[in-house]
């Protein structure tokens, strides 16, 4: 149900790619999915995911999330 929402055109941001371009969000109140038609830019789509140290988030269960994939920092 909520991504049937999330998904709805007033509730996305459609960014246009150009040279140079960045751009960011954070996943703790955002989603990304990626557009399939991007094939007529004439210029790579390169994507790198960043995770910053911080507070753990927390659900609204209270349970604190867990590393699934690389380790924690300073680990």
Request: proline fraction near 8%.
């Amino acid at each position: 149900m909520l991504l049937t929402q999330a998904v709805r055109p007033e509730c996305t941001v459609r960014f246009r790619w150009e040279p140079g371009s960045v751009a960011f969000w954070g996943n703790r109140a955002t989603i990304h999915l990626a557009p399939a038609d991007t094939a007529h830019l004439d210029f790579p789509r390169t994507m790198h995911r960043v995770m910053l140290a911080g507070d753990v988030p927390v659900g609204m269960d209270g349970k604190a999330s867990e590393v699934i994939v690389g380790s924690e920092p300073g680990r």
